[in-house]
C-alpha cells in the first residue's frame, strides 16, 4: 500500500489527523466519528512515509478488544509491526523483560483477582465480608492504588472523592493495609502494583529508561479521557522529554470516575503541550439523524464543565426510524415488549448479534433472559465467562493447529467448518438454552470469525487463521457470539449495534440513586446514557417501568434525563401504548391456592410450582413430539415453537378454545395464527395437520 492510498477515503478531518505524523496531537473524536479509523491510517501513514518504523511505534488503549482490533487495522493497511496493547499488557511485558536484567531472577507473581486476598486481609481485620461488600472492598482498594493513595490516608482522600466505602473509612484502611503485608509477604502483585512497579524501574534504572525510549519513538492513546493517574504515572516515564505522543478521547464520554479515571489530562492536554495540535471529528457516521439528534440533546442538557467540552455530532447517514419512547407497568411487562419487538426484528431479518438491551446494573437482566428464554430469542450475557477459556474454545483450537500443519490449501471457511464439524458443529442450534446450545454457539462463533477473515484476506488459509486465534487469545479479543447482548451501559461503551434497547430508565437507577450526593456525579450519569444513545445505528428504544413487580405501586418517576427529549415531557409522557401490557388489578393469584405470583415461570403456569397438580401426562408427551417435527420441518430450535414452560401450562390447562389456548402466557397472536389449531387438535385428542407431523 502506497502512502496516498492510506489518506484515500479519509474525511477532511479524519485526513488532518492522518497528516500530524508527528506530536503532540490532540484528538477530541465524537461518538460514531471514525477515531479507529483516523488514529490508525495516521500510524500506517507515518510509517509509508518514513516517519517512523513501524516497530518503534507503541499504540495503547483499555480493552484487549480494542487492542485487538488496531492490530488488525494496522495488519491491513501495512504496518503489521506496530505494538498495539493495553496498559498492563504492556506493562506486564516490560516488567518481565527488564526486571531479570535489573533485579534478577523472576518477577514477582501477578494476582488477577483480589478478592482471595481480600478476604484473607479481612479476616485479620476480625471482619467478615459478603460477596458483595468483598467485590467492593476491592474496588476501594483498586480506586486507593490508581489514585496513588496510601492506607493512612484513605479516610482523608475518601472522605474529599466523595466515595462511600462499603464498610467504615478507619476499617477499610486497616483492610487495605493487612492486604498490602500479605501481598508483600508472599512476593505478589496486582494488576495496579504491575504499573507502578514497571514504572518504578523506568525512574530508578536510567539504562532501562533509554533503551525502552530508544525503541518506542512514537505513543498514541486511546480513550484518553479514561487514564487514572497512576496510568498517567507510566505514560510519562515512557515518554520521558519526548512530544510525540498523540491522544484521542471525547470528554462526553468520560463514565469510569468511580475507578479513579480523571478527563483532566485529556482536558488539559493543551496546558501540559501547549504547542499541541487539536483536531476535532464531529461527523457521526455510525446512527441516523434521529438517532444524533437524541444524543445531542441528551447532552444539550448538561450541566458545569461537561457542558463547556460538549461535541455536537452531525450526521452523515440518511434517515431512519424515529426513537420510540414506551412506558410499562412493570419491568416483567417492559422485558415481555422487549422480548416481543426483538423477536419482530429478527423476524426481519435483523440478525441477533446486532441487537443489544443495556442496563445501569447487572441485576436488571433477570428478567430479560426470562423474556427471551419464553419468546424464543437467543441472547449473551456480555461479562460472562471468557471466550477462549470456554473448553469446547480450546479443543477446536487444538483441533484447527492440527489440521493447519497438513493444511491441503481448501478454501478457508469450508477448512474450517470441517473441523468445527468434527467438535461437534451443526447446520443447526440444539434447542433449549443449557450447555450444549452454549457449546455450538461457542463452535459457531469460530465458524462465523473464519468467515469475516476470510472476508478481510481472501488469500487467508488455515495456518493464518490459527495465527489470529492464537493473537486474540493472547488477548482476550474474542468473536462476536450469535445471540441479543445483555450488557450493562459502562460494557457497552466502545461496541454498536443496528438495534439497541435501553431499558430501565427510572429515578434511582438512571441516574444511580447514589449519585445524587454530587452534581458531577449526576453528570457523569447522564454521560452513561449518552453513550447507551449512541450505541444504535438505526433502532433505538427507550423504556422505563413504573412499578418493579407486576401488581406493585406504580410510583417510580422516568429519567429526569429524558424531559424534554421524551415526547409531551412536560406533563404525563406520551409513550407507545401498543407496547404495553393490559393494566393488572393486581398480581396474578395461583389457580391452586391463591397465593400471589411473582416469578415469571409461575405466571406462566398459572400456579406455585411447588402447588401439586394433575396434568395429562401423555398430552404432554404428544405435544412435545408435535414440537419436534415442527421445529425439524421449520428449521429452528424446538423453543422456538413453544417453550417447555408454556407446553406444560398447556398440558394443565387442556384448552378447548381458542380464547383458552390465547390466555395462556406465551401463546402471543403470532403463535396463536401459526400453531393455534393443531395444539387445539392434540388437547381434543385429534391428530394436528399432517404436514406438520413428524
Not at 478527563?263 to 495540535?277: C, M, N, Q, R
Not at 426481519?348 to 446486532?354: C, F, I, K, L, S
Not at 414452560?645 to 396463536?672: C, F, M, N, W, Y
Amino acid at each position: 500500500m502506497e502512502a496516498d492510498e492510506v489518506l484515500a477515503g479519509l474525511d477532511p478531518e479524519q485526513r488532518e489527523v492522518a497528516e500530524a505524523t508527528r506530536g503532540p496531537v490532540c484528538v477530541l473524536a465524537g461518538a460514531g466519528t471514525g477515531k479507529t479509523r483516523a488514529i490508525t491510517h495516521r500510524i500506517a501513514y507515518a510509517v509509508h512515509t518514513g516517519v517512523v518504523a513501524p516497530q518503534r511505534v507503541l499504540a495503547v488503549t483499555f480493552t484487549t478488544r480494542a487492542a485487538g482490533e488496531l492490530r488488525g487495522r494496522l495488519r491491513q493497511l501495512g504496518a503489521p509491526g506496530v505494538q498495539a496493547r493495553t496498559f498492563h499488557a504492556a506493562a506486564y511485558k516490560q516488567l518481565h523483560y527488564f526486571w531479570p536484567k535489573v533485579v534478577g531472577g523472576e518477577p514477582p507473581r501477578l494476582v488477577e483477582s483480589k478478592l482471595a486476598l481480600v478476604a484473607e486481609a479481612a479476616r485479620l481485620c476480625r471482619l467478615s465480608f459478603g460477596r458483595t461488600e468483598l467485590r467492593d472492598a476491592a474496588a476501594e482498594i483498586e480506586w486507593a492504588k490508581v489514585t496513588q493513595t496510601r492506607p493512612g490516608d484513605y479516610a482523608a482522600a475518601a472522605a474529599k472523592a466523595g466515595r462511600t466505602p462499603p464498610i467504615e473509612a478507619v476499617d477499610m484502611a486497616r483492610v487495605h493495609d493487612a492486604y498490602e503485608r500479605l501481598r508483600r509477604d508472599r512476593n505478589l502483585i496486582d494488576f495496579e502494583g504491575m504499573l507502578e512497579l514497571t514504572a518504578a524501574i523506568f525512574t530508578e534504572h536510567q539504562e532501562v529508561a533509554n533503551q525502552f525510549r530508544d525503541q518506542y519513538r512514537h505513543f498514541v492513546v486511546d480513550e484518553y479521557q479514561d487514564v487514572n493517574p497512576l496510568q498517567k504515572l507510566l505514560l510519562d516515564t515512557w515518554l520521558g522529554e519526548r512530544e510525540d505522543l498523540c491522544v484521542v478521547g471525547d470528554p462526553n464520554q468520560t463514565i469510569y470516575s468511580f475507578t479513579g479515571a480523571s478527563p483532566s489530562y485529556l482536558l488539559g492536554f493543551t496546558v501540559e503541550h501547549p504547542d499541541a495540535k487539536v483536531i476535532k471529528l464531529v461527523r457521526d457516521y455510525r446512527s441516523t439523524p434521529q438517532v444524533v439528534r437524541l444524543a445531542n440533546g441528551v447532552l444539550a442538557q448538561a450541566r458545569g464543565e461537561a457542558r463547556a467540552h460538549r461535541l455536537e455530532l452531525v450526521a452523515q447517514r440518511s434517515d431512519g426510524p424515529t426513537p420510540v419512547f414506551t412506558e410499562h407497568d412493570d419491568e416483567v411487562a417492559e422485558a415481555e415488549a422487549v422480548a416481543k419487538r426483538i423477536r419482530e426484528l429478527l423476524d426481519e431479518g435483523v440478525p441477533a448479534r446486532e441487537i443489544a438491551v443495556l442496563f445501569r446494573i447487572n441485576a436488571q437482566s433477570e428478567p430479560y433472559e426470562q423474556a427471551f428464554a419464553d419468546h424464543g430469542v437467543p441472547y449473551v450475557v456480555k461479562g460472562a465467562e471468557r471466550f477462549f477459556e470456554r473448553a469446547e474454545v480450546r479443543q477446536a483450537v487444538v483441533l484447527l493447529r492440527g489440521a493447519a500443519r497438513s493444511d491441503t490449501g481448501e478454501p478457508l471457511v469450508r477448512a474450517v467448518r470441517d473441523v468445527l464439524a468434527a467438535a461437534g458443529l451443526t447446520d443447526q442450534p440444539p434447542e433449549g438454552r443449557g450447555a450444549a446450545r452454549e457449546r455450538w454457539e461457542s463452535l459457531a462463533a469460530l465458524a462465523q470469525l473464519a468467515e469475516d477473515v476470510a472476508i478481510d484476506r481472501p488469500s487467508a488459509g488455515l495456518r493464518e487463521f490459527v495465527t489470529e486465534l492464537e493473537e486474540r487469545a493472547g488477548s482476550q479479543h474474542a468473536p462476536t457470539l450469535e445471540g441479543v447482548t445483555l450488557a450493562t451501559l459502562h460494557t457497552a461503551k466502545g461496541l454498536e449495534w443496528d438495534a439497541v434497547f435501553l431499558t430501565g430508565l427510572v429515578e434511582g437507577t438512571l441516574p444511580i440513586i447514589y449519585a445524587e450526593k454530587s452534581p458531577d456525579q449526576i453528570e457523569e450519569e447522564r454521560r452513561l446514557l449518552y453513550v447507551g444513545v449512541t450505541r444504535a445505528r438505526e433502532f433505538l428504544t427507550l423504556s422505563w417501568a413504573l412499578a418493579r413487580s407486576p401488581g406493585g405501586r406504580k410510583g417510580r418517576r422516568r429519567s429526569r434525563f429524558l424531559d424534554g427529549l421524551a415526547p409531551q415531557s412536560a406533563g404525563p409522557p406520551r409513550v407507545d401504548r401498543s407496547a404495553r401490557r393490559p393494566v393488572s388489578s393486581g398480581p396474578q393469584p395461583c389457580r391452586v391456592c391463591g397465593r400471589p405470583l411473582t416469578a415469571a415461570i409461575e405466571r406462566k403456569l398459572g400456579r406455585c410450582e411447588s402447588c401439586p397438580i394433575d396434568y395429562d401426562e401423555d398430552l404432554l408427551e404428544r405435544m412435545k413430539h408435535w414440537r419436534v417435527g415442527v421445529s425439524k420441518r421449520q428449521k429452528v430450535p424446538a423453543y422456538v415453537v413453544f417453550t417447555d414452560a408454556t407446553l406444560q401450562a398447556i398440558a394443565e390447562r387442556a384448552p378447548l378454545s381458542e380464547a383458552d389456548l390465547a390466555a395462556i402466557p406465551g401463546v402471543g397472536a403470532v403463535k396463536l395464527e401459526r400453531y393455534g389449531s393443531d395444539v387445539l387438535a392434540l388437547c381434543r385428542g385429534e391428530e394436528p395437520a399432517a404436514d406438520l407431523v413428524d
